[in-house]
């Protein structure tokens, strides 16, 4: 169950991931967004050049019993963008203006967020809030962007004493993936869900029992099907580093939802810990 549910979005993400066959169909359904609505699942096989049965398929996949379960879905989100959808993601261009970058890369961050709501499955974050409150130690992984990620991961759930650390390089991943067991909790966060490090020290971990959470793209990838709990991203379309701002955006607003239905769920025993943190940082600034 989707937060925020936008079929669009969904087939956006997942676009690049689908067989050859189901791609035709999800390219013709978001270029020819008007027109789907109206179409029948004979109609719209007829104009992608499939079948009857590859575009069922297709409305399966996406997550939809049937196909007038998924034209309703597609009504539903056309009926709800705005004039402005159009609020799309915007590529920074050589020799952009500074206004016009200010403007583009505030957008991008806000509609990955935004984008996110619309594939992240609530059950699943209450599953995620679930084993975090019950683990003995959380281990984040990540490489590059998605590693910052989790060095700030670690510096909030620190705060209310939780045991936990983050590792950002192959090496130290699988040495941190060896010495996990079934009481431990290891958070992988890729956009690509691809990343070598981090399926290496993914199979590890868990062989040793530990937990498996990924904050990844709203993708079929080796990291999501391999993972016993998935929170889903949604990032831009976009080639230069605005589309890498956008996902560690995303990432870090799915690992503020966790820390908050944790620190939430244990407030009376974790406000201390608050206090405490809040008291010596404040105590060390007056001091300098």
């Given at each position: 169950m989707s937060i925020n549910d936008n079929i669009l979005i969904k087939i956006r993400d997942m676009k690049d991931s689908l067989t050859p066959v189901e791609k035709l169909v999800a390219e013709y359904v978001l270029e020819n967004l008007e027109e789907i609505p109206h179409l029948s699942i004979k109609s719209l096989a007829g104009l992608t050049k499939t079948s009857d049965a590859s575009v069922l398929r297709f409305?399966?996949?996406?997550?939809?019993?049937?196909?007038?379960?998924?034209?309703?879905?597609?009504?539903?989100?056309?009926?709800?963008?705005?004039?402005?959808?159009?609020?799309?993601?915007?590529?920074?261009?050589?020799?952009?203006?500074?206004?016009?970058?200010?403007?583009?890369?505030?957008?991008?961050?806000?509609?990955?967020?935004?984008?996110?709501?619309s594939v992240i499955d609530k059950n699943e974050i209450a599953r995620a809030v679930k084993v975090l409150r019950e683990s003995n130690r959380i281990a984040f992984f990540g490489i590059g962007a998605s590693g910052l990620v989790g060095i700030d991961a670690e510096q909030k759930f620190s705060r209310i004493n939780k045991m936990c650390h983050t590792y950002t390089d192959g090496h130290s991943q699988l040495t941190a993936a060896t010495l996990l067991d079934k009481s431990d909790v290891a958070i992988f966060i890729s956009n690509s869900g691809s990343t070598t490090e981090i399926l290496d020290a993914l199979e590890i971990a868990k062989r040793n029992g530990a937990c498996i959470?990924?904050?990844?793209?709203?993708?079929?990838?080796?990291?999501?099907?391999?993972?016993?709990?998935?929170?889903?991203?949604?990032?831009?379309?976009?080639?230069?580093?605005?589309?890498?701002?956008?996902?560690?955006?995303?990432?870090?607003?799915?690992?503020?939802?966790?820390?908050?239905?944790?620190?939430?769920?244990?407030?009376?025993?974790?406000?201390?810990?608050?206090?405490?943190?809040?008291?010596?940082?404040?105590?060390?600034?007056?001091?300098?």
């Open positions: 409305c399966k996949t996406m997550g939809y019993k049937g196909y007038r379960n998924f034209i309703v879905s597609i009504s539903a989100s056309i009926g709800s963008m705005d004039e402005d959808e159009k609020d799309q993601y915007t590529d920074i261009q050589p020799g952009d203006d500074l206004s016009v970058i200010i403007s583009n890369i505030s957008r991008n961050n806000s509609k990955s967020i935004e984008d996110t709501l959470i990924a904050i990844t793209k709203y993708n079929k990838s080796e990291l999501a099907d391999k993972a016993t709990i998935v929170l889903s991203i949604s990032t831009p379309e976009v080639t230069i580093r605005s589309g890498a701002m956008g996902s560690r955006i995303a990432m870090l607003t799915v690992i503020d939802i966790l820390f908050a239905g944790v620190a939430s769920a244990e407030y009376k025993k974790v406000k201390k810990y608050l206090a405490k943190t809040h008291d010596i940082i404040a105590s060390s600034k007056h001091r300098k």
